[in-house]
């Protein structure tokens, strides 16, 4: 078990950068591929990025790819998605999501544990 709990959501103006964090509780943490995923109104949810274990793999969607920096320190039981040159189109609740499963996962119900959102609004 693992609970997972995102920070760091807030207004940026078009073009601007933003950090989100997910913090981790959890013994085993370290086992787990985490993602991000998010959600805007009126939306269905879409994957944003994924990490691997070890921090050594990692896949973009194609609509932030260049921009967002997914990582992660298992010491710290954190994993961060930086996000870079923002675009209204990147307004919605962003979600990290963890699985134990092999391989990259884009499936939302591919994923195991999920954190409670938070709130990113791009605008001028």
């Known amino acids: 078990q693992v609970l997972l709990v995102e920070s760091g959501g807030g207004l940026v103006q078009p073009g601007g950068s933003l950090r989100l964090s997910c913090a981790a509780s959890?013994?085993?943490?370290?086992?787990?591929?985490v993602a991000w995923f998010r959600q805007a109104p009126g939306k269905e949810r879409e994957f944003v990025a994924h990490?691997?274990?070890?921090?050594?793999?990692?896949y973009y969607a194609d609509s932030v790819k260049g921009r967002f920096t997914i990582s992660r320190d298992n010491a710290k039981n954190t994993v961060y998605l930086e996000m870079n040159s923002l675009k209204p189109e990147d307004t919605a609740v962003y979600y990290c999501?963890?699985?134990?499963?092999?391989?990259?996962?884009?499936?939302?119900?591919?994923?195991?544990?999920w954190g409670q959102g938070t709130q990113v609004t791009v605008s001028s």
């Open positions: 959890g013994r085993t943490f370290s086992s787990y591929r």
């Open positions: 990490i691997s274990r070890s921090g050594g793999s990692l």
């Open positions: 999501a963890a699985t134990d499963s092999i391989g990259v996962r884009i499936r939302g119900h591919e994923y195991d544990y």
